[in-house]
């Protein structure tokens, strides 16, 4: 019988702040401003920004920007709406880069 594997929780690297469970994490295939990222199906302890326009590397996306509700770090982005039908699975899913998290099992 398989070992119970045990998920971490994502924090702010900043504040200590819990902002995505391990059973959210989608992809870890994406890139932000400081370089890799990880994709998440739902964040908490977060504020999203108002809504924007922006060319990233798989085309234009209305996004909104992602902070930590503690300590204001920006985080990342939350994809809003994509104009490509390929890329609609991203909608609702947010964008946290890789340097502003820290985890613990």
């Known amino acids: ?44 302890n977060v504020v999203v920004g108002p809504k924007i326009g922006r060319k990233l590397i798989t085309g234009s996306y209305v996004v909104a920007d992602v902070m930590c509700s503690k300590c204001g770090e920006t985080l990342g982005w939350k994809y809003v709406e994509t104009f490509d039908l390929k890329q609609r699975y991203k909608e609702g899913m947010f964008v946290i880069e890789k340097l502003k998290l820290t985890k613990r099992y």
């Open 1 to 44: 019988m398989a070992a119970n594997k045990t998920l971490p929780t994502y924090f702010c690297r900043n504040c200590e702040n819990p902002l995505a469970l391990g059973e959210d994490l989608i992809s870890k295939k994406f890139v932000g401003a400081s370089g890799p990222a990880f994709m998440f199906s739902h964040a908490m």
